[in-house]
């Protein structure tokens, strides 16, 4: 259920529907838009009564969302979500394009300073960087954890750049929602349900990857388990699902991104490097996916790819990186965007912190 509150309803109009749903049992979640203030209902087995709520004031109607998400949905937002950094001019969704460039993992000071001092320089606002690594084989590199996420708090420090790093599980929720700005929820975490309802009691950004073969519903659905505990700072990601094409270590599906912008308010990036696997296949599939109209891209970037300890052969150099940024740049008019070249910090915004507002 949904409750439209009038155009000029008061804050304390808001507040004691709010209250009268509360009252009922449920969970109210108030999504201010531009033009009016929605009011998601959740928690409820079947149907609520809404007489008693319609009658409240400032209300405007209460109507029934049929779909299984709810909180993610356009029916109870119209306006596309905009994630800002308090203190930046950064921000995912809306019309600037937000771009994700690291490192699949940190593996040492020296190298995550050399990498990120390149896509600083090409005009990232964002820097990823593995610290808690879900791999394959037990026997593959696992991350620096912890160290890692110092180092990339200095980086945030050097550069400015907002940090987006992965959270495994929920010991190492804990420490990356305290060292950094966005946290990541991995492809093979999207449907692990008990992570992302702590994720979603945490008030800070989360980027939600799209399981492996996950449906757009179960992809919604994963983000509606973040939203329905409070946290509607939600990014969704596309990178790539299986199938049996073995061109490539995944099948990009970009029709996923017209589709979720219809259906969500929620901002849509998309990771060409784990959708293809292949350094050459990376630039062609960004600009398809900014010209599918995507709000930004994740995109992983090696000073030394040939010696990486994850993801070498489908990261790109830097110099790579500085060129798909150039022709990303012209792409975005015609798509009605734009793609903001560096990122402006207020002297006295340090980071992740900032971001933590209950
Ligand atoms: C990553 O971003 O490094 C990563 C492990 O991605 P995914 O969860 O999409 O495989
Ligand atoms: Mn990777």
């Excluded at 409750?3 to 009268?20: D, N, R, S």
């Excluded at 620096?144 to 907002?162: F, K, N, P, S, V």
């Excluded at 950094?180 to 975490?189: E, L, Y």
């Amino acid at each position: 259920m949904l409750v439209v509150m009038k155009a000029q309803a008061t804050p304390e109009e808001i507040q004691a529907v709010c209250e009268q749903i509360e009252q009922l049992g449920f969970r109210a979640h108030p999504l201010p838009g531009a033009q009016r203030t929605a009011i998601g209902i959740t928690g409820n087995q079947g149907e609520v009564d809404r007489g008693n709520l319609e009658a409240l004031s400032g209300v405007a109607e209460v109507i029934r969302v049929s779909k299984a998400y709810k909180l993610a949905s356009r029916d109870i937002k119209e306006e596309d979500t905009v994630i800002s950094f308090s203190g930046t001019d950064a921000a995912i969704g809306g019309s600037s394009l937000a771009i994700v460039a690291g490192p699949c993992s940190i593996e040492n000071r020296v190298q995550a300073f050399a990498i990120a001092e390149q896509v600083a320089a090409a005009g990232a606002q964002f820097f990823r960087g593995g610290a808690f690594k879900p791999r394959t084989s037990p026997y593959a590199f696992q991350g620096l954890g912890i160290e890692a996420l110092r180092i990339m708090a200095e980086i945030r420090d050097r550069y400015g750049l907002r940090i987006v790093t992965e959270a495994l599980d929920n010991e190492s929720l804990d420490m990356v929602a305290e060292w950094a700005d966005v946290i990541q929820i991995g492809a093979r975490n999207m449907q692990n349900f008990s992570l992302l309802k702590r994720a979603g009691r945490l008030r800070k950004p989360v980027l939600l990857k799209r399981g492996l073969s996950a449906t757009l519903e179960e992809f919604l659905m994963s983000a509606e388990y973040l939203m329905s505990e409070g946290n509607y700072q939600v990014i969704l990601c596309e990178r790539g699902v299986r199938t049996f094409a073995d061109h490539a270590r995944n099948t990009l599906d970009l029709s996923i991104v017209p589709a979720i912008r219809r259906l969500s308010h929620l901002p849509i990036l998309v990771d060409p490097s784990h959708a293809t696997g292949k350094r050459e296949s990376v630039l062609p599939m960004a600009r398809a996916a900014v010209a599918s109209g995507a709000d930004g891209i994740l995109v992983e970037v090696h000073n030394q790819p040939e010696i990486a300890l994850s993801d070498g052969p489908q990261s790109i150099y830097p110099d790579q990186f500085a060129r798909m940024m150039d022709e990303l740049e012209r792409i975005a008019p015609v798509v009605g965007r734009s793609l903001p070249r560096g990122i402006h910090v207020e002297a006295a915004a340090t980071g992740a912190h900032d971001n933590l507002v209950e």
